[in-house]
């Protein structure tokens, strides 16, 4: 595993089993809230999907299977890939809750069995801040790229790069150049909702955030036709961006 995956690792499995308990709710009670509505659980995204019954979706960095449990309610197969192991124990015990089955692989996405998901996937799903844990990007794509099926369709949303040069979406991460290339250490996503006393004792995440046109071009590069992006306002002012989406197809000749 690299370095920098070891550690993001170390922060994304602190505490965490019993974040989701106390955020989301038991698995049971949040499992209900899945099948009351699943479309509803997948927000703005619902609008993303072409359909959703008998397609393989690999879920990048799925976290807890907040998206990825009601992806299966409405009858998709999904692959959550994510790098933490009390992250797994709740998404399935929320699946079982649910009477939902779902795979969970736990490790490194850069170190994705390719022998086996090769060309598996019908749509790459990633959501809510995955790009900036991977140094280098270009490699994460291609492996995207990878796991598709030709013709297959990569969604990708992601926080804005506008998140660089101002904490607009009150994530208390550090600000600086919109152009930095730097790599720095920063608190996971959920630690300012800790006391402070467990908070401190969070280990640190490593990140690289990237601009919008290195994000862009780089899908380009890896194989990817563009179908949608769009742009979504934060949800802390509505006047600036917050979040985006592509939406883009692998390239090739349908057969």
């Given at each position: 595993?690299?370095?920098?995956?070891?550690?993001?690792?170390?922060?994304?499995?602190?505490?965490?089993?019993?974040?989701?308990?106390?955020?989301s709710?038991?698995?049971?009670d949040?499992?209900?809230?899945?099948?009351?509505n699943?479309?509803?659980?997948?927000?703005?995204?619902?609008?993303?999907?072409?359909?959703?019954?008998?397609?393989?979706?690999?879920?990048?960095?799925?976290?807890?299977?907040?998206?990825?449990?009601?992806?299966?309610?409405?009858?998709?197969?999904?692959?959550?890939f994510?790098?933490?192991?009390?992250n797994?124990?709740?998404?399935?015990?929320?699946?079982?809750?649910a009477?939902v089955?779902?795979?969970?692989?736990?490790?490194?996405?850069?170190?994705?069995?390719?022998?086996?998901?090769?060309?598996?996937?019908?749509v790459?799903?990633?959501?809510?801040?995955?790009?900036h844990?991977?140094h280098?990007?270009?490699?994460?794509?291609?492996?995207?790229?990878?796991?598709l099926?030709?013709?297959?369709r990569?969604?990708?949303?992601?926080?804005h790069?506008?998140?660089?040069?101002?904490?607009i979406?009150?994530?208390?991460?550090?600000?600086?150049s919109?152009?930095?290339?730097?790599?720095?250490?920063?608190?996971?996503?959920?630690?300012?909702?800790?006391?402070d006393?467990?908070?401190r004792?969070?280990?640190?995440?490593?990140?690289?955030k990237?601009?919008?046109?290195?994000?862009?071009?780089?899908?380009?590069?890896n194989?990817?036709?563009?179908?949608?992006f769009?742009?979504?306002?934060?949800?802390?002012?509505?006047?600036?961006?917050?979040?985006?989406?592509?939406?883009?197809?692998?390239?090739?000749?349908?057969?």
């Amino acid at each position: 595993m690299i370095d920098y995956s070891e550690q993001n690792k170390k922060a994304w499995e602190y505490n965490a089993y019993d974040f989701w308990v106390n955020n989301s709710g038991k698995p049971s009670d949040r499992a209900k809230k899945d099948l009351e509505n699943p479309k509803g659980m997948l927000r703005k995204y619902v609008n993303y999907f072409e359909r959703y019954e008998g397609i393989k979706i690999a879920n990048i960095c799925g976290s807890c299977g907040k998206k990825a449990i009601p992806l299966a309610i409405l009858g998709s197969e999904v692959t959550i890939f994510d790098i933490s192991e009390d992250n797994k124990r709740y998404a399935l015990e929320v699946a079982d809750a649910a009477n939902v089955n779902i795979d969970f692989v736990v490790g490194d996405v850069l170190e994705i069995d390719i022998n086996k998901y090769e060309e598996y996937f019908d749509v790459i799903f990633m959501e809510g801040g995955v790009l900036h844990y991977f140094h280098d990007i270009s490699q994460f794509m291609k492996i995207m790229n990878q796991l598709l099926k030709l013709n297959g369709r990569m969604i990708c949303s992601d926080f804005h790069p506008f998140q660089k040069i101002s904490d607009i979406l009150e994530v208390e991460q550090p600000t600086m150049s919109y152009f930095s290339t730097e790599v720095f250490e920063g608190e996971m996503a959920h630690a300012r909702f800790f006391p402070d006393e467990i908070r401190r004792q969070i280990p640190l995440c490593s990140y690289r955030k990237y601009t919008l046109s290195e994000i862009i071009n780089v899908v380009i590069e890896n194989g990817f036709i563009f179908n949608r992006f769009d742009e979504h306002p934060a949800w802390t002012n509505k006047d600036v961006p917050g979040e985006f989406t592509i939406v883009a197809k692998k390239a090739g000749i349908q057969v």
